[in-house]
DNA sequence: ACGAGTATACTTGTATACAAGTTATTATAG
DNA sequence: CTATAATAACTTGTATACAAGTATACTCGT
């Protein structure tokens, strides 16, 4: 029963976290990562102690895991679902989904404002690059597409947004970390793109928009690869993955 | 503080429900109905007292709701949100969106065996009729769209089924209990409909698909007044309600 | 050696107790 | 009568205890 040593989920985003939420952060981090494999049962009581917190704060983590689709419950204990390459996929299906479904509902009201704020943030990045602050950077790229979305005022699109946050938030945490040193022009590119997006808000062309959508997936879609080449080579959770 | 003497939700649908699920369902169709108004404060020390279960039960029935975006947790006290024209529209907006997702998927895959079974449930439907079971109605209702979504595997997307299913269904319940006597004709309009989505499967016709979604929507949007009139009335939480 | 039945060590769901903090009320001073 | 301070009555979050049920392991009989 080893120590979780070190916490994979900034602590200053969980600066007024209760315990609940700190261990559904980390056990999300964990999961996702692939620290905690794929197949892995977790027990409640086996958490609470790990976690050196009682069962209730346990509870209310795994109830959220499961909603986002990351762990199933059962009878006996909760089954790691984790994410694979279909869950990605699949993720960002729905954010394609989503965005599509904003656009539409912006090009028709004033959006001033909102490119106001996207501009706001985009700069926000480009001083996370400089000073090499990849959870600030991740942040901020989380932000972006949230402040998007709420900008419609749709409460039921604002609640899948809510459920896809966290799982997107914490891949593009490790994908950002992952990055941040190596490729620059990665991050550049991934700037320019925001770019064209906060352009296709401006101009309400549905075609940036797309281009725009379509590219940053593509982006993620080659950082999913180098996610489970690291991340899972060292654990050796290799054996469910086939193809 | 009165108690809760008859419950909304269908008893046979708990049979081997825990109490928080319960709570959980019944909280939900009191909601809906707007027996519980809209802006009401709800504490889970009363509430726990007025179900006669503990906290804990109750607490998770809350986080539940608000997931469902149906309640919003503050630091004192969940504050009732509610349906009213807006959030059913919201609601219909998903649904359209990921049913329109879900259609893309089934033209490029079999669907015998997804026709077979929603033909079927048709046939449960119809005997519901017959034997003037408005709750067994609505369950086959709910389970015929959930069929065709869990059709396409997609585990993202049965996530935003499975958050916007229970008020779906709860909406419908009380839509199909008031309906069910006294307009026949609305009953077989319902029935055709889903002929009609079943066809769109089989054929893998859009233009069928389509129209077949947005009639049953203009069908429900027709049902949405009534259901403010009658369940609304009563309670005078007419106060909010502009327009 | 092997199968049946029992005992034990798990599991979750629920109730209850306590701590820390927030709000409302009440009492007191001006 | 009003403003302010203190107390009392709430709130949530967390820990702990217990009950009921399930899987595992072990023992006993054949």
Not at 173 to 180: E, K, N
């Amino acid at each position: 029963m080893k120590e979780p040593t070190d916490s994979l989920y900034p602590e200053k985003w969980l600066s007024k976290a209760s315990a609940g939420e700190r261990v559904t952060c980390e056990l999300r981090m964990r999961i996702i990562s692939g620290l905690i494999e794929s197949g892995t049962i977790l027990s409640e009581n086996k958490l609470a102690a790990e976690y050196n917190v009682s069962r209730s704060p346990i509870r209310e983590a795994l109830r959220v895991l499961a909603n986002e689709n990351l762990i199933r419950l059962e009878r006996m204990g909760a089954i790691v679902i984790g994410i694979k390459e279909k869950e990605v996929e699949e993720i960002y299906d729905v954010r394609l989904l989503i965005e599509t479904f904003v656009f539409e509902r912006l090009v028709k009201i004033d959006t001033a404002d909102l490119v106001r704020e996207l501009n706001k943030i985009l700069e926000m990045m480009q001083i996370a690059i400089k000073y090499k602050d990849a959870d600030e950077f991740a942040y901020q790229d989380v932000l972006f597409h949230e402040t998007i979305i709420r900008a419609i005022d749709h409460s039921y699109i604002s609640m899948i947004w809510n459920n896809t946050k966290p799982v997107m938030e914490s891949f593009i945490l490790l994908s950002m970390r992952m990055h941040f040193n190596e490729k620059y022009d990665d991050i550049s590119r991934i700037v320019n793109n925001h770019k064209l997006y906060i352009d296709a808000i401006k101009t309400k062309d549905r075609e940036i928009m797309i281009q725009s959508l379509h590219q940053n997936f593509d982006d993620v879609q080659g950082k999913v690869d180098d996610l489970w080449m690291s991340q899972r080579m060292l654990s050796k959770a290799w054996g469910q993955e086939k193809e």
